[in-house]
């Protein structure tokens, strides 16, 4: 069954570094998602992204963060500078095919700012 | 904007009996969709079921049926035949489909104990 990935399943960081999280999506599936979701919490949306630009951001994806499909394969989410706060598990989900709607998560990757 | 409320923290059922969740959300859109995640101790976000807000059957996917009462704006989750591979966090999540965000619950930590 296709499924999601994402590298690094783990990153350690320090606070002001750039990291940028990498997820390829299922092979046919052409609408994409961040999400985060800090220790303890629920899941919180971040941005959604189809035909090469963002089609919805959230309050927490401001300038710090950015997307890019930079291959045509690869879906990446870059933080600029990051901060403590940024220390979450972030989950990349692509949906389309027959069933559009349906998002469909990756295992996730699994930031720490130190 | 969505908000959407699971109002169990935490439960706990036998195995082998039925529980349900609840979660009730706020929506002004017509027509949406809404899912149930599971998510287990490995944090991986598995979809569980999901249903049409159109469509007025109540969705089944074999032990998990939904309880979906559009104008109480509910939708809960009932697991029958519990076992233990389902004791994990359930999140209740509705979206307005393609190209959006799906605004979660705070979830609903569930133990089957045996």
């Known amino acids: 069954e296709p499924e999601v990935t994402q590298t690094p399943s783990h990153q350690v960081t320090q606070m002001g570094q750039e990291v940028i999280l990498r997820c390829v999506p299922i092979?046919?599936?052409?609408?994409f998602y961040w999400y985060r979701q800090i220790l303890g919490q629920k899941v919180e949306f971040l941005v959604s992204?189809?035909?090469?630009?963002?089609?919805?951001k959230s309050e927490i994806f401001d300038d710090q963060f950015s997307v890019e499909r930079p291959d045509g394969s690869n879906f990446t989410l870059k933080i600029r500078s990051t901060k403590l706060e940024d220390s979450a598990m972030y989950f990349c989900?692509?949906?389309?095919?027959?069933?559009?709607?349906?998002?469909?998560f990756g295992p996730g990757t699994r930031l720490l700012v130190l | 904007a969505q908000t959407v409320t699971q109002s169990q923290p935490e439960m706990s059922v036998q195995e082998a009996e039925t529980v349900t969740l609840s979660c009730t959300y706020d929506?002004?859109?017509?027509?949406?969709?809404l899912f149930w995640y599971k998510q287990p101790p490995s944090r991986q976000m598995i979809l569980v079921i999901r249903?049409?807000?159109?469509?007025?059957q109540n969705a089944t996917e074999n032990r998990f049926s939904v309880n979906f009462q559009k104008a109480a704006k509910s939708f809960s989750l009932k697991i029958s035949d519990s076992q233990l591979g389902d004791t994990a966090m359930y999140f209740c999540?509705?979206?307005?489909?393609?190209?959006?965000?799906?605004?979660f619950g705070a979830g609903t930590r569930l133990t089957v104990k045996p």
């Open positions: 929506t002004s859109e017509s027509n949406y969709y």
């Open positions: 999540a509705p979206s307005r489909g393609n190209n959006n965000d799906m605004r």
């Open positions: 992204f189809y035909n090469n630009e963002i089609s919805e």
């Open positions: 989900a692509t949906s389309g095919g027959v069933d559009q709607e349906t998002q469909y």
């Open positions: 092979s046919n599936h052409l609408y």
């Open positions: 249903q049409e807000a159109y469509k007025q």
